[in-house]
């Protein structure tokens, strides 16, 4: 079978040049461009998407995860949760001088664990720690199942339904988002290509000079048996990406223009603080949009967020940032 090419489209600047390589090298016939819809972006980009599909000739294959088995899942977990057990918050114990006491297994030995410090791997052991207070029950309480049972719906929204599956929004510490709406459904697209005898290049439009993560990012990769992943720009510059894009003809993403560093959710949890006063300003109908959705999951989880204000409250970011975090530093 043949080698097919699947270029990530996100609506940037990065993947478009990432996405022109392909094109030239490799011709339409053999390019097949994707777009992860998490249900969470600005109308812009979508309207770029198709100025897209019409500006290049191609068709771009939108793909939206499906967390509906697993909200099921979660529904069921809510309805015959009878759990016993408690959960207790921890403190580490200290002996009279002062000196962490050792934490010691069943058979009175030193418990241990392997950890790097300051580039070295070093065993050392575990500090003992003991419950504090009388601790609090697991299971959820029959006024949570009631309430959480009324909302807990697919809703056919990926980010919304992502969100009520989890109980929570994702953060920068817990960017699930990424995995569960982008790379999964992108990764079982390919896959379903490898099923049919294709061997896939997954192109991604990944610069190293973009974060701390990606500066050891591989410009060509085998990640399984008939696939593999190139990464054209991964030594570009921004501004490289840009004029490769601009000396092509191609038009931008107006959401740049509009004050945007990155296009993808509006607002993603990664958005400076800059950015965040331009969405606010510019866009508040996105709050709102969130704050709905805040509620929502709010009711969908064990033990709720504060309730939000947005609609009484004039400190918007107190508002959506009880979960998000995203709007603390709105003006
Ligand atoms: S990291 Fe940002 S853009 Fe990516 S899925 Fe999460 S919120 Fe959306």
């Known amino acids: 079978?043949?080698?097919?090419?699947?270029?990530?489209?996100?609506?940037?600047?990065?993947?478009?040049?990432?996405?022109?390589?392909?094109?030239?090298?490799?011709?339409?016939?053999?390019?097949?461009?994707?777009?992860?819809?998490?249900?969470?972006?600005?109308?812009?980009?979508?309207?770029?998407?198709?100025?897209?599909?019409?500006?290049?000739?191609i068709a771009i294959i939108r793909l939206r995860a499906s967390f509906d088995d697993?909200?099921?899942?979660?529904?069921?977990?809510?309805?015959?949760?009878?759990?016993?057990?408690?959960?207790?918050?921890?403190?580490?114990?200290f002996d009279e001088s002062g000196t962490p006491v050792p934490a010691r297994d069943g058979r009175g030995r030193i418990v241990t664990r392997t950890v790097k410090r300051g580039g070295v791997i070093v065993e050392e052991a575990v500090q003992k720690t003991r419950k504090v207070g009388g601790g609090r029950r697991v299971r959820w309480t029959n006024k949570a199942k009631r309430r959480a049972l009324a909302i807990l719906q697919p809703t056919g929204n990926p980010f919304l339904d992502l969100c009520l599956w989890k109980g929570r929004f994702p953060s920068r510490k817990a960017q699930f988002?990424?995995?569960?709406?982008?790379?999964?459904?992108?990764?079982?697209?390919?896959?379903?290509?490898?099923?049919?005898?294709?061997?896939?290049?997954?192109?991604?439009?990944?610069?190293?000079?973009?974060?701390?993560?990606?500066?050891?990012?591989?410009?060509f990769e085998r990640v399984a048996p008939r696939m593999y992943i190139f990464r054209p720009i991964v030594d570009w510059t921004a501004m490289e990406t840009v004029a490769y894009s601009t000396a092509r003809g191609m038009r931008h993403n107006s959401l740049y223009s509009q004050g945007c560093d990155r296009v993808g959710c509006m607002p993603c949890i990664n958005a400076g603080k800059d950015e965040l006063r331009q969405i606010a300003a510019r866009w508040p109908e996105h709050f709102a949009r969130i704050s709905?959705?805040?509620?929502?999951?709010?009711?969908a989880s064990k033990r709720?967020?504060?309730?939000?204000?947005?609609?009484?409250?004039?400190?918007?970011?107190?508002?959506?940032?009880?979960?998000?975090?995203?709007?603390?530093?709105?003006?």
């Not at 697993?70 to 207790?88: G, L, P, Q, S, V």
């Not at 709905?292 to 009711?299: A, G, I, P, R």
Request: aromatic share 6%; glycine share 6%.
């Open 70 to 93: 697993e909200i099921a899942a979660k529904r069921r977990f809510i309805a015959n949760d009878r759990r016993t057990r408690r959960e207790y918050k921890t403190e580490p114990v």
């Open 177 to 219: 988002c990424t995995e569960q709406l982008k790379r999964n459904p992108a990764v079982e697209f390919q896959l379903d290509l490898v099923d049919a005898g294709h061997t896939i290049v997954s192109w991604q439009g990944v610069r190293r000079d973009e974060s701390q993560n990606r500066r050891d990012a591989l410009k």
């Open 304 to 331: 709720g967020f504060p309730p939000s204000s947005i609609r009484s409250c004039t400190s918007r970011a107190q508002a959506i940032g009880a979960c998000t975090r995203l709007t603390r530093w709105l003006p």
């Open 1 to 57: 079978m043949s080698i097919l090419h699947v270029v990530s489209v996100s609506g940037g600047k990065d993947s478009l040049a990432t996405l022109l390589i392909a094109i030239a090298r490799f011709g339409r016939h053999r390019v097949i461009a994707i777009f992860c819809d998490t249900g969470n972006e600005h109308d812009e980009v979508h309207t770029y998407l198709d100025y897209l599909e019409q500006a290049l000739g």
């Open 292 to 299: 709905e959705w805040e509620d929502l999951v709010s009711q």
